[in-house]
């Protein structure tokens, strides 16, 4: 059975644009994290091997870095694809979004879980080009319902904001029970 030329392959012949670039990144961190296991993890004198707290990480790691090796003998022979560095930048990139939740996260302490979260979800909204009234109700409605669930249904416990602090003393006390 042949292959049309339209179809797609499933196991492409030539390299992606960053392949590369990826397969040496995974194992610069496979082998960083393979440096740390003696200081992050134990070996218990007379465990059994299953009980062992450094087994799975070596496991886990041993294979992360033992793929990336294998992937970059198969990578590293192919003729490269421009665009190696136009590829990386698409994943720098995606980093803004882990700095939008790290700003999250550091602002719940002082603001609060409530309005921290419903400040989140509108903005993202914002930021993702989405400007109608009811895409900015929704993200409210939604952030809304995340604090509802979490904190008040589930009893999640949330560090309680310095805002609330400056409530009347009932209401700084829902506040932060409930929000």
């Known amino acids: 059975m042949t292959q049309k030329d339209d179809e797609p392959h499933v196991f ?22 393979l440096a740390m296991m003696g200081w992050q993890t134990s070996w218990l004198p ?14 886990s790691l041993s294979g992360m870095a033992l793929f990336g090796f294998i992937l970059w003998l198969r990578t590293r022979s192919i003729a490269r694809t421009p ?5 990386a930048a698409v994943w720098l990139r995606a980093l803004e ?16 879980y409530l ?13 993702l080009g989405y400007r109608s009234r009811m895409a900015l109700l929704s993200a409210f409605g939604f952030a809304l ?5 979490f904190k008040t249904a589930f009893n999640v416990k949330m560090p309680g904001g310095a805002l609330y ?4 003393s009932g209401l700084r006390y829902i506040l932060i029970r409930y929000f």
């Open 12 to 33: 492409p012949l030539g390299r992606k644009p960053g392949e590369l670039l990826f397969c040496a990144a995974f194992l610069m961190f496979a082998a960083a994290l």
């Open 46 to 59: 007379r465990a059994n091997l299953a009980a062992q707290p450094r087994l799975w990480p070596a496991i």
């Open 83 to 87: 665009g190696r560095w136009q590829e």
């Open 97 to 112: 979004y882990i700095s939008w939740y790290v700003v999250y996260v550091v602002c719940i302490p002082f603001v609060g």
């Open 115 to 127: 309005p921290s979260t419903i400040l989140f979800c509108v903005l993202l909204t914002l930021r």
């Open 145 to 149: 319902f995340v604090v509802l669930t």
């Open 165 to 168: 602090d400056l409530a009347p």
